[in-house]
């Protein structure tokens, strides 16, 4: 390449030459709109002006960077465990400090630094299989089937990647609802593998229809071999719980049909509307009797990152695999030993979550009103999200019954459609980077998630405090009615 | 399926329709030996009897479970931004204070659990580049160039993703050394690369050879296309530590063969024999001047692993990635967001590593002693442990110059190696297994990371406290020359 006397294009690694299945990767909760947004702030904080004075970000759910506080005790047994000197301080409280002694008992030469075994340090899967039994009244939860993750998003990784070999010649279908969180396309993408879409009835309040499942999977097998499907209960971005019947179902369609079963349950203490209840696939599963508990394969996934305590910095969490071959679960630990294991802080936040005060602890009392605070405001914020949405001209919302997201659908007029188009945007991106660049607000673009054709949607976070929710909703709807006269009087 | 009244072998994945790529992965340091080992402990702890009381686990380069202390400050630090209440405790010193500050201002919502931007948060990416500078003496360096990731395991998966496609018609080849750390051969086999070798060489202290690396280029060229070279310096198992020549070298060989650099530098701060010294491949490249610093792609990682600080569990780590296509970047970027972001105590804990307490600062002294205290016995166990081994006839060590690890010699007689035959276990399997049940001692056998064929060694880690390693040492001793009469005395 010498020759040539310029390296600037000769570089080894090129758009050309990067491996396709990256490229093909989309994350839209993190990607343009997002990035803008990041500008926009910038531009802001330079003395740069604009009909705003803050970006108001809700695309993404984290609940700490919008002002969420933590959960006190989890933090203090974290600390612990960090620092154990801390052990000797009268301001922390003793169950704090036996919890935290509990784990460190467990770490190697006591101490949050080591390598713990890879699927996690022991006492605290075993503290998670006692949390499932508890959760699940009773059905029972052996903590060798727990491994402990970074994060969920690492396990659900981890599973995909023992299912899905890119070099198949019959290629791996995965089934995944639509719209869906974007991780799931991103790491089939990633995989090669092949996303078979099955969509939510939006017109039923995002429920999961069975025939509609049935659909997809026949479809789908005339091009690929469907081998697993995922779920996401309560919904991202779709924000519905699902009813034990819709579970039973989907149960019932795997075990004919041969299928894995990922249910992500990561929003299974975000369920805010009274007439529904999270209902765990696990358990569901039992209930339908031995021939379904002994056979139907099924990960869960959970995480610290969701739920009263929002700690997502902490990539903790934990997966339940049951009814894997041994010889594959063996396999598996292989493949999570290379990367050694999860982080232990996260490991330690986990084992607070399934492993909370209890009423004869010191700390409850503080525990259970932090908790219920959070939740009572989510509660609050996803019914007054609703209803506001609702009350907009050519806005329709479906009820956000549990997770941290509203999903409404948007009438983009026929003219605005045609404008985006011509600049090679999707309607609901043009739409979401005018609301960004006139309203300060960050919302994600429905193309992100998937949707039916022809329907637009943008997904936006309960997360704000209530007034930034009030004063985010209100500059939705002036500029959504604004949005609308502006594209139908052209036409 | 229901048909043959049996569910047990009608799983969805089983080792036959498991992803074959993950099958092929192999991964020694917690392969059979160490699941043996487990075993062991447990059933000394249930009251079983052995010719030892308990098992010493050298496999693994893991400080703290050998008893290594954390560094104080580092601790401080950490737990000043898990639970910041404690900025009003007197206990803590105001420079872990202005510095769990610093991290916190960085963070959303001033919290350790928020997600962080991908790349990690701002402040951190700085000091790191800041670090960088001042280590390389003036070379400059980027921050947006740093990428933080969860341990330095992460970085070296990402960074191969990008290069590997597993559908290329003419497949990627990576050329790594031999003996190697088993991260490598297992991301290649995971990402269906292709793994090619190049022999460090034994009789040369592990050195690096140039002319083994052009043979090992021009081999490889025939059956694939050798995109990336990875060097591991100091080595790993094998304790060397590089000469600025071999590494200006290698660059050189890199930038005629238009290959991607991947130096692991998580032992830059364990060199411990005074004629060596670190040497970063970024400041060698630099001193080679702008027509090679201004095109060699080169990613280097690091860690809170290693060094003196061995928090593992933190999972902590950065990637400095110089000349990558701004596209290739922005498309790196997107694949680390579907991850989300590394865990913040790990970044945390990064930060506290690159910017250490200074002399002028209260902290100062404690964290010198601890950290010579570290390092100090380190080097005395390196040598201690050369000195022990090359004393057994049949065993052959070269000196442990940096990292963690002895990886020495041993004669296996043939007999041993028939035997071993036999069982269908590589010789040295075989040897380290009677080891450790003869003896309690954990070591990792070499064919785990490679070696040349005929030749046979175990690495061990130099780890254990001082007391702990003589008796290790001396039970090696004494069990290899049992070894050696046993079965020569068969012949
Ligand atoms: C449905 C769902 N699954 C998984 C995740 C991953 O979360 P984490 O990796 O932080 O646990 C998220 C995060 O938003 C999510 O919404
Ligand atoms: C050479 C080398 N690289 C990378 C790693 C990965 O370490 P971590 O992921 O804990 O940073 C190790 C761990 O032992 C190592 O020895």
Chains 1, 2 share one sequence.
């Not at 984290?62 to 203090?76: V, Y």
Request: proline share 6%; aromatic share 10%; net charge negative.
């Amino acid at each position: 390449h010498l020759l040539l006397g310029c390296d600037t294009n000769l570089k080894t690694l090129t758009l050309d030459t990067l491996n396709p299945q990256v490229k093909a990767v989309e994350y839209a909760v993190r990607g343009p709109i997002v990035i803008k947004a990041g500008e926009i702030e910038r531009y802001l904080e330079e003395g740069g002006t604009k009909p705003f004075s803050e970006v108001i970000k809700a695309n993404i759910g984290d609940a700490h960077a919008m002002g969420q506080q933590p959960i006190t005790f989890l933090r203090q047994v974290v600390a612990l465990c960090t620092f154990p000197e801390l052990m000797d301080s009268p301001s922390f409280p003793e169950d704090a400090k036996w919890r935290a002694r509990r784990i460190l008992q467990g770490c190697g030469g006591h101490s949050l630094g080591s390598y713990s075994a890879s699927p996690g340090v022991e006492c605290i899967r075993k503290d998670i299989a006692a949390y499932i039994e508890q959760r699940d009244e009773g059905v029972p939860s052996d903590w060798e089937n727990i491994y402990l993750t970074t994060g969920a998003s690492d396990g659900i990784m981890t599973i995909l990647r023992l299912l899905v070999s890119g070099k198949d010649s019959s290629r791996t279908g995965v089934m995944i609802p639509i719209p869906q969180y974007p991780l799931y396309s991103a790491a089939i993408s990633e995989m090669d593998a092949v996303q078979v879409n099955y969509y939510l009835d939006e017109d039923n309040c995002w429920a999961l229809d069975i025939n509609e499942l049935y659909r997809a999977y026949q479809a789908a097998k005339l091009h690929c071999q469907p081998r697993v499907i995922c779920i996401i209960n309560p919904g991202n971005p779709t924000g519905q719980v699902q009813s034990k019947k819709c579970i039973e179902e989907v149960l019932h369609f795997a075990y004919e049909e041969n299928l894995f079963v990922m249910s992500d349950e990561v929003y299974q203490d975000n369920v805010y509307t009274p007439d529904c209840q999270f209902h765990s696939f696990k358990k569901v599963l039992y209930e339908m009797g031995p021939e379904y508990f002994n056979s139907v394969e099924l990960a869960s996934f959970h995480s610290t990152s969701k739920g009263y305590t929002g700690e997502c910095g902490f990539r903790g969490g934990y997966m339940e695999v049951i009814n894997m071959d041994p010889e594959v679960k063996a396999q598996m630990v292989k493949l999570l030993s290379v990367r050694l294991c999860p982080p232990l802080a996260g490991q330690a936040a986990m084992d607070v979550i399934v492993n909370p005060p209890q009423p004869d602890e010191h700390s409850y009392k503080q525990f259970r009103q932090e908790k219920s605070s959070v939740l009572g405001a989510l509660a609050d914020k996803a019914k007054l999200t609703e209803q506001i949405l609702n009350a907009v001209p050519g806005i329709k919302c479906n009820p956000v019954q549990g997770a941290m997201y509203a999903f409404p659908r948007i009438f983009i007029p026929p003219k605005a459609v045609e404008e985006a188009k011509a600049l090679g945007m999707q309607p609901d991106m043009f739409y979401c980077l005018r609301l960004l660049e006139e309203t300060g607000i960050c919302v994600v673009p429905g193309s992100g998630f998937g949707q039916k054709d022809g329907t637009y949607h943008f997904r936006m976070t309960i997360l704000p405090s209530i007034e930034k929710l009030k004063v985010l909703l209100g500059k939705v709807r002036d500029f959504h009615i604004r949005f609308l006269k502006e594209y139908s009087a052209l036409e």
